[in-house]
């Protein structure tokens, strides 16, 4: 291509009579300037290679031939604006700051009334000119030059378009300036906003209870005449915008009112939403928009948050949980004809509460469509067993998985499942397994192989559900990762492409679900971590404090095991040398390996009630280098709440706990939560 503009470039010349780049050069007195399509196709390909210094040599060359003919001849508008439009690019891609300056200067002044025209003989700006400068002058987040920019629209009588207003939204620094953009907008007859006034203008409209006003935007954007796919796109991305703004109730009232088929039940915060929107003599009746899975996904996901006590979420006017609007949804999908996806099962499975609810789940979902049995979604119902304490169910689909002849794509599902029987052992940890009598065994599949030699190959002629029927959930764990270690150690042909050779996570899942044992082995816990050395896997900090929180409340032994075996593995795994460490030990690999094992030790010590043992370890992290936070003395606390009641205190008990606390909310000068503290100094 190279070659092509180079090409067109001397042709270009050949047209103007310039013989060498010299714009003064001739050939002769016949110039020919040719058409604004030949040459503005020049000037976009210069655009797209970022030749703006070629692209402002062209224009010269092409200025000099109009002035030359005096035919007062000006260049096509089109070429103005590929120029401009080069230079906003070269800033986006460049992204350097004295010379993006600069370069905002050059098209700032081609704004200005009669530059372009004595510059380049181009005519002067039109609404696309000043647009185009003023979405990079927004990007910038300038706002002196946007504010530049709209006083020479209005003061050359420019009318500016929902594109430039689009722009001021994307500039205005806080929501008051958006909202009184939106103001303009509303007051500006014939303005109809676009996809992207709404999405950056939804979330200020709502923060300033200016519903009605956000509905006027939603009526305006929803009459223009505009591809159905592009409609359909936009609420997605409205729903999305409102749920990341945890404003689910506003979300679930546009869905409501602009999607959701009339003949259907709304949700009871919706009434409200309405009866608002109607006192204000607002019209609610909207064009209806062909639902799509992604719109109902937004709104499982704004339930999922809401039911997360983990996240933060503001309160809904709802009275209905939110397991039951996702119930109601589902049931919208299957009466509008709308087809789930594996988004889709993996959202409604964060939400189901126990076994039989994500049994019922999975075969109402089936019954709606045959979906394409991906991993996610073996991933998803695998999890969600696992949350709700059910490891029979999670390792029946996983064998369900491994029925599915995918082998590429089971290898990577090990550690799902790993995970998952670490979630049921925190609920469950002594319970037999049996997958046959658990509700996993009544899930509905699209499928029914028989790889019974596969199974029998792999796991030492029994199939994957004997092989761990009647162990508890840490049981099964620690049997998976033995087979996983084994197939790969005798370098087996079968089995090699079904199972994931096992990786740090993996040993550090099925710690976790050892240390939920009420019968801790610590024998069991140093076994593993000889095994995954062995194996040649880099552990680190996180499976540490899990293999050492198997020693439940045996506090002397864990201290044995650290001084000889943890702690100078914690030291040397990262590599580093501790000497050379500068600044915060803590935020290096090494500390973060200590940080993460002594916490381990922090928590057996408040299984075994030894607030005394907690103060010395905090001791040691100051002199190791780590001083304890908040996080060492919450680990010990939640040791001390799983502590067996019939311990026998310690003397001074109270007052070690004290000296503990004391120490570990000492002042922290990386807690941000702190930032604004006043420090004083007291000199004695």
Sequence with gaps: MAGYVKLSLFLLDSMLGISSNSISSTMSSKIYIPSYMAYTSVLNRLRKWKKIDTMRETLQKLSHACKITRKQEKLDIVALN?????ICDTMKMRNDGEKDVELMREAMDLLYPGVATEKYTLPDPDVMSFNTVLNAAAEMKNGTLVNEAIHLMKKQGIAPDIVTYNAMLKAAPT????????DEILETPDLVADRYTVEMAIMPLVEEGRIPDLLNLLHGFSSADQPEHAVQNAYSTFLLALNKGRELDIARAI????????SL?????????????????VNIKFISVKPLARHFNALFEGYRTLDDPYKYSKETKSQTSPQEHARILLDHMKSMNVSPDSYTVTLLMGLQKDSNSITELWNSVMELTELKMEPPIYHSIITAYGKVGDAASACMVFDKMIASNNHNRIRKSWNVLLSALSKASMKNSSGPIDCMASAGAGLNFAFDNDVEKLNQDLFHGKNFVELINGMTAPQASREIISVMATVHAEGRNEGTELVWRPNAQAYCL???????????????????????????????GRFLNAIIRCYGDNIRLALDSWKTVFRPYALTASGEDKSRISGDLRNSRMGKNLVASYHGLMYVAGRAYRPDIGLRLAYAMVREGVEPTEAALNTYNTGARERQEDLQKVRLHGQYENLLLVECTKYDSNDRRRLTDKRVRIIL
């Design 82 to 86: 590929t120029y401009l439009a080069a």
């Design 175 to 182: 929501a008051g300036f958006k909202v009184s953009v939106v």
């Design 255 to 262: 869905f409501d009112v602009c999607i959701l088929s009339p």
């Design 265 to 281: 039940e709304q949700s009871d915060s919706t009434q409200d939403f309405i009866d608002d929107a109607r006192e204000q003599e």
């Design 510 to 540: 099925v710690a976790s679900a050892m240390s939920q044992t009420d019968e801790m082995d610590a024998e069991e816990a140093i076994k593993l971590f000889n095994t995954a050395i062995e194996n040649g896997v880099s552990l680190d």
